[in-house]
């Protein structure tokens, strides 16, 4: 069982089609009902999850993607750089991290955080990922979307692969998280995208890494620091993207393992110093996993439409295939196709037999004349 408090009424929006029909969108929200409160859902039996000033968090098992805990779990918020682990997520599969590039000034002089990029230098395509998770560097995001192909294309892309996972919350409007209107999140689908990144071992290696040596121009390297400061500080700590602006206030989404399980946490909105405050959200998940029943799940990506796709067969037919292709369709009819099939043959042939004859009939007139 768990608890609900605040409730939100659930609601069915009708939109009416072209036909004049009326269509009832789904009320549930996608992890299941509880996650649409706007208020703490727990479950009962255990202790309660400790306070946090956090407008919203999930707290979420990964192996079983079980919600052990929430709060506002849909709410929409501006993501900061906590959207860099979704900028991730999408473009290390397409990009080659061995390629080198050289950014564009554009690139270079992106607002914000940054992990110091250079027009005269040249750049793996690994080291701006290291610059993106470890640095939160908005001249990484950039320069990783350039290489994509540019900043539409990589929009595309990531709101592409929100969907996929089913993070319905989330509006994609630049690579870096910089806010940007109608651009969004929720800490349910900061707990999916991270949930979906840590099985990329690539971006589990980025997020993970406490320092690196990052190029500079004239072959010469400096030192930059993962941003996660529980990397240090927690057990166990992955480590995944923290963020703020001063419109979005804090954010962060974050992993730890221990015993062989994965916690998530997830927050947004909140006002100041978060760190120990997360810290205790892991410990509780970790001290309720496995004895609580979950307020909800963490839900799997939907399927690849192209690998779903079935390749199609050729249609040419050789005269020894056709039997075997016509045993093989005959084995897999029902009572009612083969009833089917046979008025269709059986009103083939009678069309003939009348076709033919009026067309003797026909030539026997034309031969009178």
């Given at each position: 069982?768990?608890?609900?408090?605040?409730?939100?009424?659930?609601?069915?929006?009708?939109?009416?089609?072209?036909?004049?029909?009326?269509?009832?969108?789904?009320?549930?929200?996608?992890?299941?009902?509880a996650l649409g409160s706007h208020g703490l859902v727990s479950p009962d039996g255990v202790k309660k999850p400790p306070k946090s000033k956090a407008t919203s968090y999930v707290i979420a098992d990964v192996g079983t993607g079980q919600v052990l805990a929430a709060?506002?779990?849909?709410?929409?918020?501006?993501?900061?750089?906590?959207?860099?682990?979704?900028?991730?997520?999408?473009?290390?599969?397409?990009?080659?991290?061995?390629?080198?590039?050289?950014?564009?000034?554009?690139?270079?002089?992106?607002?914000?955080?940054?992990?110091?990029?250079?027009?005269?230098?040249?750049?793996?395509?690994?080291?701006?990922?290291?610059?993106?998770?470890?640095?939160?560097?908005?001249?990484?995001?950039?320069?990783?979307?350039?290489?994509?192909?540019?900043?539409?294309?990589?929009?595309?892309?990531?709101?592409?692969?929100?969907?996929?996972?089913?993070?319905?919350?989330?509006?994609?409007?630049?690579?870096?998280?910089?806010?940007?209107?109608?651009?969004?999140?929720?800490?349910?689908?900061?707990?999916?995208?991270?949930?979906?990144?840590?099985?990329?071992?690539?971006?589990?290696?980025?997020?993970?890494?406490?320092?690196?040596?990052?190029?500079?121009?004239?072959?010469?390297?400096?030192?930059?620091?993962?941003?996660?400061?529980?990397?240090?500080?927690?057990?166990?700590?992955?480590?995944?993207?923290?963020?703020?602006?001063?419109?979005?206030?804090?954010?962060?989404?974050?992993?730890?393992?221990?015993?062989?399980?994965?916690?998530?946490?997830?927050?947004?909105?909140?006002?100041?110093?978060?760190?120990?405050?997360?810290?205790?959200?892991?410990?509780?998940?970790?001290?309720?996993?496995?004895?609580?029943?979950?307020?909800?799940?963490?839900?799997?990506?939907?399927?690849?439409?192209?690998?779903?796709?079935?390749?199609?067969?050729?249609?040419?037919?050789?005269?020894?295939?056709?039997?075997?292709?016509?045993?093989?369709?005959?084995?897999?009819?029902?009572?009612?196709?083969?009833?089917?099939?046979?008025?269709?043959?059986?009103?083939?042939?009678?069309?003939?037999?009348?076709?033919?004859?009026?067309?003797?009939?026909?030539?026997?007139?034309?031969?009178r004349l």
């Amino acid at each position: 069982m768990w608890t609900k408090i605040v409730p939100i009424t659930a609601f069915i929006a009708s939109v009416s089609l072209t036909s004049g029909t009326a269509y009832a969108a789904p009320t549930t929200p996608v992890g299941g009902e509880a996650l649409g409160s706007h208020g703490l859902v727990s479950p009962d039996g255990v202790k309660k999850p400790p306070k946090s000033k956090a407008t919203s968090y999930v707290i979420a098992d990964v192996g079983t993607g079980q919600v052990l805990a929430a709060k506002n779990a849909h709410g929409r918020y501006l993501p900061a750089s906590t959207l860099k682990a979704l900028t991730a997520l999408t473009l290390i599969p397409k990009l080659d991290r061995n390629r080198q590039i050289r950014p564009s000034r554009n690139a270079c002089n992106q607002e914000g955080s940054a992990v110091g990029l250079s027009v005269k230098a040249k750049y793996k395509v690994e080291d701006l990922f290291k610059g993106l998770m470890m640095s939160s560097g908005n001249d990484a995001a950039m320069a990783l979307a350039e290489t994509n192909g540019g900043l539409d294309k990589t929009m595309r892309d990531m709101n592409a692969e929100a969907k996929r996972l089913q993070a319905n919350d989330t509006v994609a409007k630049t690579p870096s998280g910089l806010d940007k209107p109608g651009q969004s999140s929720s800490a349910y689908d900061l707990a999916l995208i991270a949930r979906a990144g840590l099985a990329n071992p690539d971006f589990k290696r980025y997020i993970s890494t406490k320092t690196a040596n990052f190029p500079a121009p004239k072959g010469k390297h400096y030192q930059i620091s993962n941003h996660n400061k529980l990397l240090w500080r927690y057990q166990g700590m992955i480590g995944v993207k923290n963020g703020w602006t001063s419109k979005a206030k804090a954010s962060f989404v974050g992993a730890a393992t221990r015993g062989g399980h994965t916690i998530v946490v997830s927050i947004m909105r909140h006002e100041g110093f978060f760190w120990d405050e997360v810290a205790k959200l892991l410990d509780w998940g970790f001290s309720v996993r496995g004895k609580a029943t979950p307020v909800g799940k963490l839900v799997d990506p939907l399927p690849d439409p192209q690998a779903a796709a079935q390749p199609q067969a050729s249609t040419s037919v050789t005269p020894a295939a056709q039997p075997a292709l016509l045993d093989r369709a005959g084995s897999k009819q029902t009572d009612s196709t083969r009833t089917m099939g046979a008025l269709v043959i059986g009103g083939g042939l009678l069309f003939g037999l009348i076709w033919l004859a009026y067309g003797i009939r026909r030539k026997r007139g034309r031969s009178r004349l």
